[in-house]
């Protein structure tokens, strides 16, 4: 089977810088991409790793190391409308089928 | 450019009903996925279309459910007959090639009394 653990909610302040991990357990592994999603809204590309390392785009960054079967979003000088969820999901095989993590509801406070 | 464009937003129906789930993929995007989130669990994959084909259904949950995707454009998804557990939100997503990105529809949440 497949899994994604990450945590379920995590709260920062404005400002601040916030990291999102998640690990996984798949029977294979093309890449580890990051979806943020807004109540009622509909889920939104982030970043996609498929080598170990670091990707930026803008504020935000995803790291992968594949050894480890883990991963994380950063997200730095948060914003209120950075308060959404966020998912990490797993292209296990062919057809860019994504398996996904529960999600990590993040609360961004003044 | 439009985006993924799901139908209706909303959808509330008695048990044993039917109802039919509508989206319409970014145009030019020839793979077309449903994924559906039941309250409080993660999105879970349903099926894969490679233009008209079914290319991956093996996330479907059983035979009351059926997705068409007709001439390789819209897709629909028909729940016949519902029944509570399928209460959820169902997403569609589309994508130009099978690699990462993937364009997800702001879902149909569906309730079942």
């Known amino acids: 089977g497949q899994s994604l653990e990450q945590p379920s909610e995590v709260t920062a302040v404005e400002g601040a810088i916030v990291q999102i991990n998640c690990t996984y357990q798949t029977s294979g592994f093309y890449g580890l991409s990051w979806y943020q999603q807004h109540d009622g809204g509909a889920p939104t590309f982030l970043s996609y790793?498929?080598?170990?390392g670091l990707e930026e785009t803008g504020r935000f960054s995803s790291f992968l190391s594949r050894s480890d079967s883990y991963g994380y979003l950063l997200l730095q000088e948060l914003q209120m409308k950075d308060s959404a969820s966020y998912f990490c999901a797993v292209n296990a095989g062919g057809g860019n089928k994504l398996t996904f993590g529960t999600g990590t509801q993040l609360k961004v406070e003044l | 450019e439009a985006g993924v464009t799901q139908f209706p937003s909303h959808s509330v129906i008695e048990k044993g009903q039917t109802v039919t789930l509508r989206c319409d993929p970014i145009?030019?995007?020839?793979?077309l996925y449903w994924y559906r989130r039941v309250m409080g669990k993660e999105i879970k994959f349903l099926l894969h279309?490679?233009?008209?084909?079914?290319?991956?259904e093996s996330g479907m949950p059983n035979n009351r459910f059926l997705a068409e995707r007709t001439g390789g454009t819209y897709s629909t998804l028909k729940v016949q007959p519902a029944e509570l557990e399928d209460s959820g939100v169902y997403f569609c997503?589309?994508?130009?090639?099978?690699?990462?990105?993937?364009?997800f529809g702001q879902g149909t949440r569906l309730t079942v009394v």
């Open positions: 145009s030019g995007h020839d793979n």
């Open positions: 997503a589309s994508s130009q090639d099978q690699g990462a990105r993937a364009f």
């Open positions: 790793n498929a080598l170990d």
């Open positions: 279309f490679v233009k008209e084909s079914k290319q991956d």
